[in-house]
């Protein structure tokens, strides 16, 4: 259907239905909350900081770090739909289950679905761990071919710093010293906010990287009938010096101007060295 204020978008029944059931599912969701389990509905959909009347700074790395979460799902999704549209099953999949473990991962930090929601519905701590763990495992079996074609290195970073962050909470409770110390909350969140912008990085470069794929390579633009000569092709000794090349139609004069850079590119980030490049200045004679 056509409506006024799409930017001239056809906007279907089944895109409105994408934008506006989930959240009446979750507003149903606090609904039966709020029948079930006798809680102020006050408490459900307000502020934390309303509710406790304490200073908006309050669990300020805790808010920043949800935020990143949902960045990394907003990521994912866009491109998992982008892929879809481009006939591009695998790549679609990937992202979709990227962002379904992101998701939790969302969810089990903002609502500490493992130390406070879950226990109290019968599964234990380390169960509860046990399920992120298979969550990730799974990501990186099913997906491997794709992972290793992605920006993996800030993959490994985010898992890595992640589990830093509960190794510390784990070792911290096995020395058993005083809770609360400003030590151990510094490393543990530090690292766990950290691992969650790698997360997000990874995220970030992973999509592009696919939708880089997935769009047609640009016509290349000419000016003039020219014949380039390949950069690969160029000998040495005219690197970073210019060369001039047969002259094109009405009289213009092309000049090449070679490079080489010996950078190699960073393993695990999806990209290669920079290589030898080639510059093309026209000029035309009046």
């Known amino acids: ?19 506006f059931v989930p959240p009446l599912l979750v507003m149903a969701v606090v609904a039966v909350i709020r029948l079930t389990r006798d809680i102020e509905i006050y408490d459900l959909v307000a502020d934390p900081t309303s509710i406790t009347h304490s200073p908006s700074y309050l669990g300020l790395l805790s808010v920043l770090g949800g935020l990143c979460w949902a960045a990394g ?42 130390e406070y929601v879950l226990p109290e519905i019968g ?10 763990l298979a969550l990730v495992a799974g990501y990186l079996v099913l997906f491997r071919r794709q992972i290793l074609a992605s920006s993996w290195l800030f ?38 906010f950290t691992g969650i912008c790698a997360w997000v990085a990874y995220a ?16 290349r633009a000419s000016q003039v009938d020219a014949q380039v000569e390949s950069p690969a092709s160029a000998p040495d000794g005219n690197a970073g010096h210019p060369r001039e090349l047969p002259a094109g139609r009405g009289g ?35």
């Open 73 to 114: 799902i907003g990521i994912f999704l866009t491109g998992a739909c982008l892929m879809w549209e481009r006939s591009r099953r695998p790549e679609a999949a990937f992202l979709l289950y990227s962002a379904a473990v992101t998701a939790y991962l969302c969810l089990d930090d903002v609502f500490m679905l493992h």
């Open 155 to 192: 993959l490994v970073l985010a898992i890595g710093l992640l589990a830093s962050s509960v190794a510390v909470d784990v070792i911290w409770e096995i020395l058993d010293p005083p809770r609360g110390s400003t030590l151990e909350i510094f490393v543990e969140d530090g690292l766990k």
């Open 123 to 132: 599964i234990p701590e380390f169960l509860a761990y046990a399920i992120i």
């Open 204 to 219: 970030a470069l992973t999509t592009r990287a696919c939708i880089r794929r997935a769009l047609p390579a640009p016509a």
């Open 252 to 286: 213009s004069t092309t000049l090449a101007i070679t490079s080489s850079r010996d950078e190699p590119g960073i393993p695990g980030t999806g990209t290669k060295g920079a290589g030898r490049s080639e510059r093309v200045i026209t000029t035309r004679r009046p």
């Open 1 to 19: 259907m056509n409506l006024p204020g799409t930017g001239g978008v056809r906007v279907s029944a089944r895109t409105l239905a994408y934008i």
